[in-house]
């Protein structure tokens, strides 16, 4: 769905709605903008407005009237190399002030902490702290229970993170249900997961890496991840997943 898609480059629902109906509607005053795109009187000049801080939407005025145009689609690349600019310059701004907050960062030394990520980005997010300091050649373990009514979108998820866990250099075990076993996913991702499956239930999908352990709830539009750092957790479920390695399918 390119509303959808439109979000995931950095648009707000009504961003994404806006945006598509000018495309369609060419040059328009405000009125056929918000009804096309459903975005609501009274918050269609703040949508508007924000399109034309991101640049990707200008206007002109005729008599009193102002006339909002999108951008041809072909310039959000352009929309892109400003974000890629401004995250550069993020990082390096980043750079400076890391030594000065570790100074102040309190630590302790047991690792008991538990986290809850909602959302693709902070799925991604989750990830990224579970496998922090991972080295070449280490070894992560899930079990995956298939729901078919939002595979693809899972999948697809996956598939985005594949070249970062390739660049790293990660090896998974994966053990999923027979309809994963169907799946592409596996066949996409051999060279660095070897992936068996079983014909009876799993407990629900479960990553876990050294002292960490993350368990998932997925829907269609939001995911709910939780973040565990518990060493005796993980050890528990590292034991489970290896008994039912012996036993699940090829």
């Known amino acids: 769905m ?91 701004k980043l750079k400076k002030i890391v030594p000065e907050l570790e100074k102040h960062f309190k630590s302790s030394d047991e690792k008991h902490e538990a986290e809850i990520f909602v959302g693709f980005k902070g799925l991604r997010t989750a990830y990224e702290k579970m496998y922090n300091g991972l080295k070449k050649g280490e070894e992560g373990l899930f079990l995956y229970v298939t729901k078919n009514d939002f595979a693809k979108e899972v999948d697809d998820f996956y598939l985005t993170l594949a070249p970062y866990y390739r660049k790293i250099g990660i090896k998974f075990k994966g053990i999923g249900t027979k309809e994963w076993a169907k799946s592409d996913y596996p066949k996409q991702t051999k060279s660095f997961i070897e992936a068996r499956w079983v014909d009876f239930p799993l407990p629900g999908n479960v990553d876990i890496y050294k002292d960490y352990l993350m368990q998932i709830t997925w829907s269609k539009l939001k995911p709910i991840a939780v973040l565990i750092q518990n060493k005796e957790v993980a050890e528990n479920y590292t034991n489970y997943f290896n008994e039912i390695w012996k036993v699940a399918k090829r």
């Open 2 to 92: 390119i509303e959808q898609e439109l979000m995931s480059l950095g648009f707000t629902e009504g961003e994404s709605k806006a945006y598509i109906a000018m495309i369609e509607t060419g040059s328009s005053t405000v009125g056929p903008i918000a009804k096309k795109s459903g975005v609501s009187y009274s918050k269609i000049y703040e949508v508007l407005q924000r399109l034309i801080d991101k640049g990707v939407v200008s206007f002109i005025v005729k008599g009193k009237m102002k006339y909002y145009q999108a951008i041809k689609p072909e310039l959000l690349y352009k929309f892109l190399d400003r974000q890629i600019t401004e995250i550069e310059n993020n990082k390096e």
